[in-house]
């Protein structure tokens, strides 16, 4: 079993869980910024796991992971196997006016690269999986919040999960790539008056008096904060206690960080499946979990043909 890598965050520990050593590739640009990759090993005949986190240099990112992963193909690999803990482009997994899915031509390109096996974190929609030709497997006195009707089925797992209740917010912001903006929604939606927040049309209500609760938002990708920011102070006008928000991937670009400081949330917990260690200098409240442990037992299993659906069954409430 070979493990190479690309721009790997050191944060990703499962290698030494797993034992094994990084096999030898060497990866870099050359003058006129072009990739190239030369493995220093034979991988003929192996089951090869190619890491890689994408970097703030996404494109480059993922040509060192197309051109590696054929080099793997070409040198006669029996399996490779990518494993991206965050899937670029995800975001862009829907049509929006003259421009293209980018997810769908992203996952095309890697699949039509070599990839036989893909690992990855929460990916941003479930239907992402129909992109691709290859196999991916993917407190008590609290309540889980959707920060907006597109977030209810993740939260409402994870109410589920934990027996917690569950609370949407409706009414959040339309931004530049919202269906209204794209001509879809008919008849047009009306604005409400007297909104609490200038970002949210969300209705003044009287706060009804209830014990403190401790809430807590989820979402797969944490990138711009204003969002949650904002549905931070409303949680807060209606009564919450402390505030948490969990996401899968913490991009956190720009003035994420400062927002989230100065902001009524309480803290912020992301996984490591991108490097973000710059913006916790800045912000104290930016919590990291560990993934390698789930991402190593994902590769051991994959290399000894046994079942990934335990993983997602036997994952205690502790872990």
């Given at each position: 079993m070979d493990h190479t890598k690309g721009g790997l965050n050191r944060g990703l520990s499962f290698l030494l869980r797993l034992g094994v050593e990084l096999g030898k590739v060497q990866v870099y640009q050359e003058a006129n910024r072009e990739t190239r990759v030369q493995i220093q090993e034979s991988v003929r005949g192996k089951d090869v796991f190619v890491i890689q986190t994408m970097s703030k240099d996404v494109n480059t990112t993922i040509m060192e992971m197309l051109i590696l992963v054929y080099a793997c193909r070409t040198s006669c690999a029996r399996s490779i196997t990518g494993v991206l803990p965050y899937f670029p482009y995800s975001k862009q997994c829907k049509m929006r006016k003259r421009g293209s899915i980018v997810t769908k031509l992203v996952a095309s390109m890697m699949c039509k690269a070599g990839l036989t096996h893909l690992i990855t974190m929460d990916l941003h929609q479930k239907e992402i999986q129909g992109f691709f030709n290859i196999p991916i497997p993917d407190y008590r006195n609290a309540v889980i919040v959707a920060k907006s009707p597109?977030?209810?089925?993740?939260?409402q797992s994870f109410a589920e999960r934990l027996r917690l209740g569950l609370v949407v917010i409706h009414g959040e912001a339309q931004d530049a790539e919202s269906?209204?903006?794209d001509g879809?929604?008919?008849p047009p939606t009306v604005k409400t008056t007297g909104a609490i927040h200038p970002?949210?049309?969300?209705?003044?209500?009287?706060?009804?008096?209830?014990?403190?609760?401790t809430v807590v938002g989820d979402d797969d990708i944490i990138d711009d904060v204003d969002s949650f920011v904002a549905a931070a102070e409303t949680l807060k006008e209606r009564g919450a206690y402390?505030?948490?928000v969990m996401a899968t991937h913490g991009i956190l670009?720009?003035?994420a960080p400062r927002l989230i400081e100065e902001s009524a949330i309480d803290e912020v917990v992301v996984t490591n499946t991108i490097p973000h260690e710059p913006q916790k200098l800045q912000c104290s409240k930016i919590k990291t979990v560990d993934i390698s442990m789930i991402l190593s037992e994902a590769?051991?299993?994959?290399h000894n043909g046994e079942s990934m659906s335990y993983l997602f069954r036997n994952i205690g409430v502790d872990d």
């Open positions: 597109a977030s209810a089925k993740r939260a269906d209204q903006v879809r929604h008919s970002s949210m049309d969300i209705p003044l209500l009287i706060p009804k008096e209830k014990p403190p609760i402390k505030i948490f670009s720009s003035d590769i051991r299993r994959i």
